[in-house]
């Protein structure tokens, strides 16, 4: 549920990728890009996740990375994908936000005629941009909306609190899109609480710093707001020192409902079984809290009633 496709490409489909189109890059190898991803916080992270994306100029790339990585978590045992996507990364150099749609529409039909796989699209905004041009790739989106399951709101988080996206948010409402929002990453629990309020979301991506305040922690237990957290990608950010020191036991404790995912798995370590075994080797949790974990996701995605029956 909380996956940015564009954080699924890997240095090997950059590089194809790269030829295809004749961009430049500024690595002359594939462990020449995997060296770079050693990160002090989000931004120095979000630098290079910008800069590689840049390789993605048609229909058939985004179609490509959609697919690569709707193989992988298949693979793994994956049986749903909320792909998130930065239209504005992409709108900024040129390429419209049909050819994305498109693209990434056609691999998620295609896999689900060929692996079984659910799927849905989420269109995120970048908070460190101005909020009327957020507005404007929402009115852009008007005659793809069928295309559309949720808007979510991503980027560098601190200094760009969500209420300035607020009337971005109410007319999404009003389209009838659902809405997530990163809050609570490297940000403070005071986000959260703000999304809530001025944003209506309905789940939290990552969400972890809500041990802050006691009391949003009692809000988020009582709503059972689903927190989409990433533990690998928190440990890579440094947002926590190691997994040892995670508040994934502490936020299961305090009975929220909680969800385990990979944010960027090209990045950050691996995808969502690479941070299932990760909490398994650092908390030691049995069978029962993973199951519980995917319970959670399956009750809470965006996906229809007869699928969800179909895998609870
Ligand atoms: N965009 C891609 N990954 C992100 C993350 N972990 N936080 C905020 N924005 C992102
Ligand atoms: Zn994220």
């Known amino acids: 549920m909380h996956l940015h496709i564009e ?41 290079l996740y910008y800069q590689g994306m840049a390789v993605l ?41 049909a050819t994305q ?28 941009r101005p909020a009327a041009e957020a507005m404007q790739v929402l009115e852009q989106a008007n005659s793809h909306l069928e295309l559309i399951d949720a808007v979510g709101l991503d980027s560098a988080e601190r200094g760009n609190p969500p209420g300035q996206f607020a009337e971005v948010f109410a007319r999404a409402r009003d389209l009838g899109l659902a ?18 309020d001025s944003l209506g979301v309905g789940r939290i991506d990552h969400g972890v710093c809500c041990l802050e305040d006691p009391a949003l922690v009692a809000r988020l237990r009582e709503a059972q707001i689903p927190l989409t957290v990433c ?45 299932y075994l990760a909490c398994h080797e650092a908390f030691g949790w049995d069978e029962a809290v993973f199951k519980g974990l995917a319970r959670n996701a399956i009750e809470v995605a965006y996906m229809d009633d007869a699928r969800r029956l179909e895998l609870l």
Request: net charge negative.
């Open 231 to 275: 533990p690998l990608s928190n440990v890579r950010l440094k947002v926590v020192e190691a997994m040892s020191d995670h508040p994934l036991p502490a936020l299961l404790d305090a009975g929220l409902k909680l969800t385990v995912n990979s944010d960027d798995p090209a990045y950050f370590g691996g995808g969502v079984l690479d941070n």
């Open 7 to 47: 954080g699924s490409l890997e240095p090997e489909l950059m590089f194809d990728l790269a030829e295809r189109n004749g961009v430049s890059l500024v690595y002359d190898s594939v462990e020449a890009v995997r060296a770079a991803y050693a990160f002090d916080d989000l931004q120095a992270f979000l630098d």
């Open 57 to 97: 100029r048609t229909v058939d790339d985004f179609d490509d990375l959609a697919m690569a990585y709707l193989r992988r978590a298949h693979a793994e045992g994956v049986v749903h994908v909320e792909l998130s996507f930065d239209p504005q990364a992409h709108l900024l150099r040129g390429v419209s936000l």
């Open 101 to 128: 749609i498109e693209g990434l529409r056609r691999a998620m039909r295609r896999a689900a005629r060929e692996l079984d796989l659910s799927t849905a699209l989420i269109m995120s905004f970048l908070r460190d």
């Open 179 to 196: 809405r997530v929002a990163h809050a609570g990453e490297e940000g403070p629990a005071s986000y959260i609480s703000e999304a809530l």
